[in-house]
């Protein structure tokens, strides 16, 4: 066989040598072919000639225009979508978000990873998704539950993204509640302005056999996919109640532990009280109880000692099913309260916090942060993660407050915990905040 010089096109050298200097992470090749035609060819019937081909494989780095180094660990509930509607949404640094719903081509700015969510609710006799009369509208008789988006959506959307987190419903301990579409001048409801609201309100029986069919619609769809239980509101006795009673439902109806991949919780502290503002009580609990914690001390809401017993709660729960070597996340959590507490709720005088300080709502946002990345437990946490107890976590919200026609910051929760500004578009006080420890936490905030 013949020695042949062979000449890379000088396109190939160029990029070549671009992609060097670029310096991406990402490799790929790059084959070129040189063959020495003969003088009779195959057509023309000639057999025996030697063509000397030869290869020659040029390994280049793949240039990501949007690659960007980001915190995994830490991220954003999104209440509007899609997120690039934000200018400088990348500057935040953060590796993950949800906006409670599914996405088949999810917004993904600078490589961020969008977490799916299946909404589920219990049937209801009325065909409403949510209603919170319960004597107009009961649960409908053989118990069912519904679901959104469909199969052949959810189906579609798996196989379009392999090895996406998916969690499965949203608060299913959250009964349906009632709220006021328009107040009056003097601050009350007037009739029929009450309209129902909720979340994925579901008896605990129901959430079993619910997570059973969507996991395995899912699983099917693409093995790869991580699926996530849906959280409950916090780690109190009643809603570890409600859970044990999905745990040992599902053992009961499938002969086997219910399969999770990531364990999955919220850390509100909110009091628990039957037609109370707040957690309410989990649908579905023996003896229909009307009470739980945090009845007379709002001061709890952003307090650092509940916080944390709630999370280890938590994870002595899961320890007790053999499900302590699972990750868990904290999908949704944040302050929610917006103001001074008084009698009853002050702890007989002695709350003073004010939750409209923008100094504590920031305070508190970063202490958890901490909190979430340096609080290990080899007793309960994740071995394989330093024993960390909590390895990813998203802060509520990315966007809950607005601007009104005279430049005053609105919203219907605390108008400090919001990262962006949905009116002008702009980073807040506690975007800045989000953004500076991101940044400053790299190294740490990447996952095991």
Same mark, same amino acid.
């Given at each position: ?150 199969? !052949?959506? =959810? ?5 379009? @993204? #392999?090895?996406?987190?998916? *969690? /499965? $419903? &949203? ?107 707040? !957690?309410? =009580? ?5 003896? @229909? #109880?009307?009470?739980?914690? *945090? /009845? $007379? &001390? ?151």
């Amino acid at each position: 066989m013949r020695l042949i010089r062979l000449r890379l096109p000088i396109q190939i050298v160029f990029v070549a040598i671009l992609a060097v200097i670029l310096g991406a992470a990402v490799w790929t090749t790059v084959q070129t072919t040189s063959s020495v035609k003969a003088a009779d060819s195959e057509q023309n019937g000639s057999t025996g000639i030697l063509t000397d081909v030869i290869t020659t494989t040029v390994y280049m780095p793949l240039v990501s225009n949007d690659y960007q180094l980001l915190a995994k660990r830490i991220g954003y509930s999104a209440i509007t979508y899609p997120i690039t509607r934000y200018p400088t949404i990348r500057n935040l640094s953060a590796g993950w978000y949800l906006d409670w719903g599914v996405q088949t081509a999810p917004i993904r700015p600078g490589g961020i990873e969008y977490a799916q969510m299946i909404r589920v609710h219990q049937k209801l006799a009325c065909g409403d998704w949510t209603n919170a009369n319960r004597s107009a509208c009961p649960y409908a008789q053989p118990l069912d539950y519904n679901y959104a988006p469909s199969q !052949a959506a =959810i189906e579609a959307i798996a196989r379009a @993204n #392999p090895g996406n987190l998916w *969690y /499965i $419903g &949203n608060e299913m301990d959250r009964v349906d509640w009632l709220v006021c579409e328009e107040y009056d001048a003097s601050g009350n409801c007037p009739s029929g302005k009450l309209k129902s609201a909720g979340q994925d309100e579901m008896l605990p029986q129901t959430y079993a056999r619910a997570y059973h069919d969507l996991y395995t619609i899912v699983k099917n769809a693409d093995p790869t996919a991580r699926i996530g239980i849906g959280g409950v509101i916090q780690a109190t006795p009643l809603r570890l109640q409600y859970l044990t009673i999905i745990w040992d439902t599902y053992k009961t109806l499938y002969g086997q532990d219910m399969p999770v991949d990531v364990w999955n919780v919220h850390n509100f502290v909110l009091r628990e009280e039957k037609n109370g503002f707040g !957690a309410e =009580i989990p649908p579905g609990l023996p003896g @229909n #109880p009307t009470t739980g914690l *945090y /009845i $007379g &001390n709002d001061c709890t809401h952003t307090d650092p000692a509940t916080f944390d017993k709630q999370i280890r709660d938590f994870r002595q729960w899961m320890k007790a099913r053999g499900q302590q070597e699972k990750p868990l996340t904290v999908n949704e959590y944040g302050i929610l309260f917006a103001h001074i507490p008084s009698a009853p709720n002050n702890n007989n005088g002695k709350c003073k916090i004010n939750f409209g300080d923008e100094t504590v709502v920031n305070n508190f946002m970063l202490w958890s942060f901490d909190y979430f990345l340096n609080t290990k437990d080899c007793a309960l946490g994740y071995t394989a993660d330093d024993c960390r107890l909590v390895q990813r976590w998203l802060w509520f919200a990315l966007d809950s407050t607005y601007q009104d026609a005279n430049g005053q910051l609105v919203s219907g929760l605390n108008k400090y915990a919001s990262l962006f500004n949905g009116t002008t578009l702009e980073m807040t006080k506690a975007g800045k905040l989000f953004q500076q420890f991101a940044q400053a936490n790299l190294d740490g905030l990447n996952e095991p």
